[in-house]
């Protein structure tokens, strides 16, 4: 007997690849990469368990397998479907999934506050590209959205449960990260929010790391909150010496003040390696980390905007021209400007800068 | 040598005739197209005193705009500044604090934001990227001013007055 496995062949959108049998359709698109990968909102390949509940991954089966080649007749989702050898699946070649996956754009913005200009996630935010790519222009519900109260679960952490699109990414992290599991879903149907019993604050060393996973912006970052939006910030790559976990991390930058640290998000938005709460939220100082160099943004994003790759700064050539006199400076924007002043720290403010911050001499 | 365009003119280097010799029969006739002007409608206003019409789409000094109960409109969300073609505007957000729910309409609200009306070039992109209409181009140049730090917008200067305040006075 060989001890080599069996590799199912399968086909999406047309182009072969060969997966080992229990791959899910979405893993194995992911194998092929491109366009043709469904999208996921709930699904995070290091969550065991995740996946199966936001339903943007559908996808059309269009040949079951070489043994049985009937379709299946209802689309399926790609995240909790094996392959099986054979196995032709529709993505973007199919205008059924396409719409299909419009209308669950439409039913996970159905309650979703249009509050990016204020959430923090805007620009990060898998379900403004999803809606951006998949979604209609507009909503048909009449309706009034479902409401909560913003909820500080711990004190580094911001709950919005008014824009949760209920994926439980959050809820598997803390259970497969964390000790003790402490937060969870409460309630049902249209009631269901994540919520921790009695608001008890959530203490473990990873618990951060339900920020990054969260693909809307219902979990945030308390000490990064309003602070700036991502796409004025620099992310550099970083690591320190960190006894809890990896170090590995991104620092989003201005100047030299460090306003967040997150962990290195692969093209599908998942984290590479997770890590620990006092390397996210207690480590804001540049001298701390050893900065690798730039982050690699995909230039369709919004962060990469305004942001100068490769250029050449050209030589000062006044100085020379002028025999050695430096040139008479007109204004210093800094003796002007009420933005940036240096005595405000506000990557150094404890949580979101308040009107007395700015107040103060 | 060939030309380069068709709109090459080759130059008249025959001598004068008598008539050119004269002289004076060109000049009265450039003096006669001179004179003609002066009844003519003037091409010029007397600016300070009269002021010619705008265009309704003219886009001149910024203002940030109030709602109906006199709250700030503005959230910093930064779409105006990432809009921005010439990065002329910055901003710093802060949440709103309880008991200032009657200064600002959302729970951010910028605490200072900032035009650069040295390098704004008045294309109206902010506004036009404004989720919340708070940013407008109204019909008024920015003034003119010695120091260049006066070209320097902050907040107080961009933001139009208070509807309820001024009822009070």
Redo the contacts between chains.
Sequence with gaps: MSEEKKLFKVKIDNISVEVEPGTTILNAARRIGGDIVPPAMCYYSKLEGSGGKCRTCLVKVTKGSDADPRPIPKLVASCRTNVMDGMEVANITSPEVQEARKGVVEFLLLNHPL????CDQ?GECHLQDLGYEHGADGTRYEFKRRTFEQVDIGDKIKLHMTRCILCYRCVFTADQLTNRREHGVLGRGEAAEIGTYIHKALDNDFIGNVIDVCPVGALTDKTF?????V??LKPVDAHRNCDKCCGKTVLWMRGDEVFRVTARKDQYGEVEEFICDTCRFETKDAKAWTIEGPRRIDRHS?IS??HYVGTVKPKETITDVMDGRSPRL??D?H??????RPEID?SKIEG????D??KKQ | MQALTDRVKPVDRRPLTFMEKLYLPAIWKGMAITFKHIFQKKATVSYPEEKRPFSPVFRGLHILNRDEEGRERCTACGLCAVACPAEAITMEAAERKPGEEHLYREEKYAASYEINMLRCIFCGFCEEACPKDAIYLTETFAPANYQRKGFIYGKEDLLIPDPKEKQTV
């Excluded at chain 1, 509050?115 to 204020?118: A, E, G, K, T």
């Excluded at chain 1, 003796?335 to 940036?340: E, G, K, P």
């Excluded at chain 1, 979101?352 to 009107?355: E, K, L, N, R, T």
Aim: net charge positive; aromatic share 12%; with cysteine.
């Design positions: 509050d990016c200009p204020i805007a909150r309003f602070k700036n939006r796409w004025f919004v905007q305004s007109l204004m924007i003796s002007v400007s009420q933005v940036n506000l979101p800068a308040h009107s911050d700015f």
